[in-house]
């Protein structure tokens, strides 16, 4: 038995459901003129003078995309501030505004200011005490400050014996 018959039976299938393919044969078997070879040099260039163009498209698409967006804001933002602007062409609203936020008052009017109306139960918890070991300092922390570096600055070395 020649060598090309010892290559055939070990590459035979060893059984009908699994077919077996011997590489070097089929690597061998490809040919690869010149026409081959230009038209895979043309297909390795077209792909890399396509790609940076691809990328620059994607990048401007999501851009454009951005920008509608930033868009489509600024039209929701103008709508909203032209809903404002007639709002205080209403009479009505600017002096409710002036009474609620600068607490303005027509002559003749007795104006109460309610602080502080809840009840000791209905306090947030934020509002509680934090401990019952810290208390508020019934002394001016700034005038104590000063008057301490005034008196670190006033005092005297110490001299060595």
């Known amino acids: 038995m020649n060598e090309e018959g010892a290559r055939r039976t070990a590459s035979a299938p060893s059984s009908p459901s699994r077919s077996q393919v011997d590489v070097r044969d089929w690597v061998g078997r490809l040919r690869l003129t010149a026409f081959t070879g230009i038209m895979l040099g043309l297909v390795v260039l077209a792909a890399l ?3 940076p163009s691809v990328g620059t498209y994607l990048d401007q698409r999501q851009q454009i995309a951005a920008l509608r967006q930033a868009v489509t804001l600024g039209k929701d933002e103008i709508a909203e501030l032209r809903l404002e602007r007639e709002r205080w062409a209403d009479p009505a609203y600017v002096t409710a505004q002036a009474r609620e936020r600068l607490y303005y008052y027509r002559p003749g009017e007795v104006v109460y200011l309610v602080d502080d109306d809840l009840p000791p139960s209905a306090i947030p918890q934020e509002q509680a005490p934090v401990s019952e070991d810290v208390e508020e300092a019934r002394t001016d922390w700034m005038a ?4 301490s570096v005034a008196a670190a600055g006033l005092a005297r070395p110490a001299v060595g014996e």
């Open 49 to 51: 003078v396509l790609v």
């Open 144 to 147: 104590q400050l000063v008057r």
